[in-house]
């Protein structure tokens, strides 16, 4: 893949690909970003052995979903992910508000089932391509995904 | 808390985000500084390969010219001065001259090798 194909492929999924790592960073604007950009660079480097290119994006999720974790587990061990969600993002006064109830859900599930939640609903795809990102099995994700609910919903009603 | 309701508030998830002009930039400079490292791990690679190949050539040939000169050194050695003189240790002769050319031809290749690491990476830099 030469690199103006390949920024052209980040062109077209850089939007839907920060948001769903910003609902995984729980509102971290700038942890996403930073995995955002770690991830497509490694997508860069590994562009030769991506033989079929229509899976650019589930591909990159797989990427994006193993570097958050590692992310998640180097800043377990220097600080709290709760606490370093808490940081406020510069230039964001959106909307950040709005989705606040949201992300304090999210930020108390476990990481497994807020990816399986927000690959389902919000990036729309099926277990079976949500179990090959995270590299579960398919009724591994639907218990996720059905703790997730239900996890998701009892935060929501509190 | 509905399903339906927990559905459309994750269905309706659409936060602002940094500007897209700003990520791309950040990510274009990164992806050129990839590019520069790859470049240059490229050319030490080629560097590399070239050294060795010269290193391969003038260890053989050294080591080929130490073991074809080595009977004309033994027979001057022989019958000049230089002599061993006898001893109850029997020396072999073949012995030393194998010892002599691997040495010669190692030391060889190893200084071919970084003459021309040396000279490659003087070029490149120009």
Not at chain 1, 52 to 69: H, M, V
Not at chain 1, 85 to 96: F, L, Q, R
């Amino acid at each position: 893949m030469t690199r103006e194909q390949f920024i052209s492929y980040v062109e077209a999924s850089q939007e839907a690909f920060r948001r769903f790592l910003l609902a995984l960073c729980c509102g971290n604007h700038a942890l996403a970003d930073d995995i955002a950009q770690e991830s497509y660079i490694k997508a860069y480097l590994a562009s030769d052995r991506l033989t079929e290119p229509e899976k650019f994006n589930s591909w990159l999720r797989q990427i994006g979903y193993n570097t958050f974790i590692n992310q998640a587990r180097a800043l377990k061990a220097s600080t709290d992910l709760d606490a370093a969600a808490d940081i406020p993002a510069s230039e964001i006064t959106d909307g950040a508000f709005q989705y606040e109830a949201l992300y304090a859900a999210l930020r108390r599930m476990p990481d497994k089932e807020r990816t399986a939640v927000i690959l389902f609903y919000i990036d729309d795809y099926p277990i079976k391509k949500i179990a090959d990102i995270v590299g579960a099995s398919q009724s591994a994700v639907k218990q996720h995904l059905s703790r997730g609910r239900a996890h998701l919903r009892g935060l929501l009603t509190k | 808390m509905d399903d339906d309701k927990i559905k459309d508030i994750l269905k309706g998830y659409r936060p602002e985000l940094t500007p897209d002009f700003r990520f791309m930039a950040s990510l274009e400079r990164k992806m050129e500084a990839v590019e520069y490292v790859k470049q240059e791990m490229r050319a030490l690679r080629r560097r590399n390969k070239i050294a060795m190949a010269v290193a391969t050539v003038a260890g053989f040939v050294m080591g080929a010219l130490t073991t074809l000169l080595a009977p004309l050194v033994t027979g001057w050695a022989s019958t000049s001065s230089l002599a061993i003189p006898s001893t109850d240790i029997a020396i072999d002769l073949n012995f030393l001259i194998y010892i002599t050319a691997a040495l010669v031809s190692a030391l060889s290749a190893y200084n071919a090798y970084e003459i021309t690491l040396a000279r490659l990476g003087r070029r490149q830099n120009l």
